[in-house]
């Protein structure tokens, strides 16, 4: 048998009507929608509420039992690529010395010096395995990124091209660069691929401050070992979209963002906007529609995607206007990562920051981390 159920929401019979349709037709489940929700976020809530293919103004969901012939390939994967700790914390070689609090790391446990304000990197757990990740970067350099990068004095850096075939792992040395001394000071470590990315044994530094450092980059070789067996089975599949999950699953950006708002009283209080959850200062706070770190949508009258030329600053309801310095994704479901760049003044790359695009069916999602320093802003046309 095949169940299929479908929940026709019309655009002009109103929020109260499609709510009270949508509860109906999922047997009287309810759900919370804001004050004022406008059609885009009535829209998403639904996407991150049903596990559904989505066209438009319908929302379709089939499920069908069947018995069937199933080809089941497993991924065995390589040996310690599955038991690592993860490094993310103000690791970029694009971060300075220091955090947003003035404090320098170390990657040495249990370390203070009060008089340098410098600790142990909030992410170090000794010496092990280690995997970078988040918006840090997901490797090593391997070029010297300069002294006086990733949250530290002396910055980490690999000497040595990282293993090109999954499964492997060489020995390499670690270099730190102060001053003006590309290797200053060095340790040994070793490095794993693991087909999509690398892992690595670190050891604790000998003096401090000196800390491992990260970027990005393209992935290694996606080959990974499979076993495959074939059976014959009774399953139930479901049937979905092609997209993925932030595609359904979003934030919504929308207050005065459009590259031709001005940059100071945009809405009319006088105030600088950042995205960066918390900021305040006397010249202004954090955006009232952003939420932290995340997948965000563009929406409304301030645009609906990031432009990719220097808009200029003071532009968005902020002082430094972001604009994506590369190109967007061409094919639905496809992600890549890009440059965002923060024009000030006469400066059309001021300060810059590292997110992921996604395209989806008609639109683009953009995932977006906290800002550094403010006050600088995501814009839109």
């Known amino acids: 048998?095949?169940?299929?159920?479908?929940?026709?929401?019309?655009?002009?019979?109103?929020?109260?009507?499609?709510?009270?349709?949508?509860?109906?037709?999922?047997?009287?489940?309810?759900?919370?929608?804001?004050?004022?929700?406008?059609?885009?976020?009535?829209?998403?809530?639904?996407?991150?509420?049903?596990?559904?293919?989505?066209?438009?103004?319908?929302?379709?969901?089939?499920?069908?039992?069947?018995?069937?012939?199933?080809?089941?390939?497993?991924?065995?994967?390589?040996?310690?690529?599955?038991?690592?700790?993860?490094l993310t914390y103000y690791r970029s070689v694009h971060h300075g010395n220091s955090?947003?609090?003035?404090?320098?790391?170390?990657?040495?446990?249990?370390?203070?010096?009060?008089?340098?304000?410098?600790?142990?990197?909030?992410?170090?757990?000794?010496?092990?395995?280690?995997?970078?990740?988040?918006?840090?970067?997901?490797?090593?350099?391997?070029?010297?990124p300069g002294a006086h990068h990733c949250g530290s004095a002396s910055s980490g850096w690999l000497k040595g091209s990282h293993p090109d075939t999954p499964g492997k792992t060489l020995n390499m040395v670690v270099c730190f660069h102060y001053g003006n001394k590309e290797c200053e000071s060095s340790v040994q470590a070793k490095v794993t691929n693991c087909g999509k990315y690398y892992i690595y044994h670190l050891k604790e530094v000998h003096g401090c401050d000196r800390r491992y450092c990260a970027t990005n980059g393209t992935y290694p070789s996606t080959v990974?070992?499979?076993?495959?067996?074939?059976?014959?089975?009774?399953?139930?599949?479901?049937?979905?979209?092609?997209?993925?999950?932030?595609?359904?699953?979003?934030?919504?950006?929308?207050?005065?963002?459009?590259?031709?708002?001005?940059?100071?009283?945009?809405?009319?209080?006088?105030?600088?906007?950042?995205d960066k959850a918390g900021w305040s200062d006397r010249s202004g706070v954090a955006s009232p529609d952003w939420q932290g770190p995340g997948w965000y949508r563009f929406t409304g009258i301030s645009g609906t995607v990031m432009p990719s030329t220097p808009p200029g600053g003071e532009h968005c309801?902020?002082?430094?206007?972001?604009?994506?310095?590369?190109?967007?994704?061409?094919?639905?479901?496809?992600?890549k990562s890009a440059k965002v760049c923060f024009s000030l003044m006469t400066y059309k790359c001021w300060s810059s920051a590292q997110i992921k695009i996604t395209k989806c069916e008609n639109y683009f999602v953009y995932y977006l981390p906290d800002v550094n320093p403010c006050a600088t802003r995501y814009c839109a046309i």
């Open 317 to 335: 309801g902020t002082t430094g206007a972001g604009w994506v310095a590369d190109t967007h994704p061409t094919t639905v479901g496809e992600t």
């Open 99 to 144: 955090d947003d609090k003035k404090k320098n790391y170390c990657d040495k446990l249990n370390y203070t010096n009060l008089a340098w304000n410098s600790f142990t990197s909030p992410d170090w757990k000794g010496e092990g395995w280690y995997r970078f990740s988040g918006s840090s970067g997901d490797r090593m350099p391997d070029k010297p």
């Open 224 to 274: 990974l070992k499979t076993t495959t067996t074939t059976t014959t089975t009774t399953a139930t599949t479901t049937t979905t979209d092609s997209v993925p999950t932030q595609c359904r699953s979003y934030r919504t950006l929308h207050h005065y963002r459009n590259v031709k708002d001005k940059g100071r009283n945009a809405d009319g209080k006088h105030k600088w906007y950042c």
């Open 1 to 86: 048998d095949t169940k299929k159920t479908v929940f026709a929401l019309n655009v002009g019979n109103g929020l109260d009507s499609k709510i009270r349709e949508l509860t109906k037709a999922t047997g009287g489940v309810e759900f919370d929608v804001p004050d004022h929700a406008n059609e885009d976020e009535f829209e998403n809530i639904l996407n991150r509420i049903c596990s559904a293919n989505y066209t438009g103004s319908s929302l379709t969901s089939t499920s069908t039992t069947t018995s069937t012939t199933t080809t089941i390939t497993t991924t065995t994967g390589y040996a310690g690529c599955s038991n690592y700790n993860v």
